[in-house]
């Protein structure tokens, strides 16, 4: 069944050659276990299918660097998995594969909820901004909610303001201390959890 999914996509890429798709990794809903659920599976996937194209334009752009079968992680879906937020989020950014993002927020597990940016869990939020600043990420973000209790353009605006603030909190944050603390973590003994907390209050001092 992968390989049959796999080879299908290859088929219809190499139909369009040159076009970069974006898959979305999704571990169960409406299915109860989908085939490439979680984001090691997106991994895999992108790299089997750019081993089955063959037109000449798609064999090209790979043989120059480009990844063309990359990934649109999903906050809710990676923590509907178990995933780690911002460890997830580094294996496409480490491979390149990374082409979009959804920001949502989600309770480990459960149903795809949706919520607002930033509701659960916003210390993950601010793990994953973190992540993609140390790598560079300059695309775009794409809010993926679904207000139940609220007007749509008031959730819009919560998100987009969740995210805003979150990032003025890991954009405060100094990268060179973080890394002397991680690896010489003998000699900051509690210090890197002080820090953050630090970061968050309204009043560091």
């Given at each position: ?115 607002n940016v930033g509701v659960v869990s916003p210390e993950q939020l601010e793990a994953l901004l973190y992540t993609l600043k140390m790598y560079g990420y300059r695309g775009h973000f794409g809010i993926d909610v679904n207000p139940e209790r609220m007007p749509v ?53």
């Amino acid at each position: 069944m992968r390989d049959r999914f796999a080879a299908g996509l290859a088929e219809a890429m190499d139909a369009v050659p040159g076009v970069r798709i974006a898959f979305e990794p999704k571990p169960y809903e409406p299915r109860g276990r989908i085939l490439f659920g979680t984001t090691p599976e997106g991994i895999l996937l992108g790299e089997q299918v750019e081993s089955m194209l063959r037109a000449p334009e798609n064999r090209r752009l790979l043989d120059d660097g480009h990844t063309l079968c990359c990934m649109n992680p999903e906050v809710g879906h990676v923590l509907m998995g178990f995933e780690d937020l911002a460890y997830a989020f580094s294996w496409p950014l480490s491979r390149a594969r990374l082409a979009h993002s959804h920001w949502n927020s989600q309770p480990l597990g459960n149903y795809d909820q949706d919520l607002n940016v930033g509701v659960v869990s916003p210390e993950q939020l601010e793990a994953l901004l973190y992540t993609l600043k140390m790598y560079g990420y300059r695309g775009h973000f794409g809010i993926d909610v679904n207000p139940e209790r609220m007007p749509v353009e008031t959730a819009l605006k919560n998100s987009m303001n969740a995210i805003r603030s979150a990032n003025d909190r890991i954009n405060n944050i100094d990268p060179a201390a973080i890394a002397d603390m991680h690896a010489r973590p003998a000699d900051h003994r509690g210090q890197l959890e002080a820090y953050l907390i630090q970061q968050r209050a309204p009043r560091p001092q």
